[in-house]
């Protein structure tokens, strides 16, 4: 009987202890910084400006009821088309 006591004593904290790291891993962790990061579709308008500032030229222009907005950055040489103010095409100017 006493052994059963120390080994629920024990699996205890080491449930915690597992719970804890599984949550902790589970944690998207954003290591984005203007250095490294590149557009990913779905990324929104804001976040791209967060990164690399307000575009060199801008159009926009509706596809029937989808506004789409494109961004041109000439110095990344890309431009990206945003479709419901997300990330659509990242493309090579």
Known sequence: MNQSISTNILKRP??????FILLLSACE???YNPENYWPQAGDRIDMVENFWGPPDDRESFYEGDLLIVTYYYYDEGVYIDFVAGEVDIVGNL
Do not use: Q
């Open 14 to 19: 080491l449930t915690i202890l597992v719970i």
């Open 29 to 31: 962790v954003n290591n």
